[in-house]
């Protein structure tokens, strides 16, 4: 990866696992202007997993938009931007733990996981969230 200030390249100077995400965490030094950067090696989820949409159809998943509806959903906490971040994870965990068959989930099991998450968390953000995907 070159620097984002000087576009030079940068070299890795420490490196973790993080389990719980299933990320690569990685701490950069750029070669030309010493600026320390981070970074992260995750798997491309939307170039991985396909989504059943209502029987057949597949779409790549879409982190964003899981984000986006978590976030509608929660929009009247304080916190709903960090909230939202945390609990999309906290889905793709579950559904990837629970739903990921042949490497595809299906609308359902998001919209479950997705409900059950939420309600955990805040149902009054489960009843927003279920109310836009019946
Ligand atoms: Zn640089």
Not at 53 to 58: A, I, Q
Not at 71 to 92: M, N, V, W
Request: hydrophobic letters at 35%; a positive charge; one cysteine or more.
């Amino acid at each position: 990866m070159v620097c984002i200030y000087c576009g030079s390249g940068t070299q890795v100077i420490n490196s973790r696992p993080q389990k719980r995400l299933n990320q690569i965490w990685r701490r950069r030094k750029c070669l030309q202007c010493a600026s320390i950067l981070t970074s992260h090696e995750a798997f491309d989820l939307s170039a991985s997993i396909r989504v059943e949409l209502d029987g057949k159809v597949l779409s790549p998943f879409q982190r964003d938009l899981l984000f986006l509806s978590v976030y509608e959903s929660c929009k009247h906490r304080p916190r709903a931007l960090a909230e939202a971040s945390g609990l999309t994870q906290t889905i793709i965990t579950e559904l990837l733990k629970k739903h990921l068959k042949d490497g595809q989930l299906t609308r359902n099991a998001i919209i479950q996981t997705s409900s059950e998450v939420l309600r955990r968390f805040d149902p009054s953000a489960a009843a927003i969230y279920q109310a836009y995907h019946k």
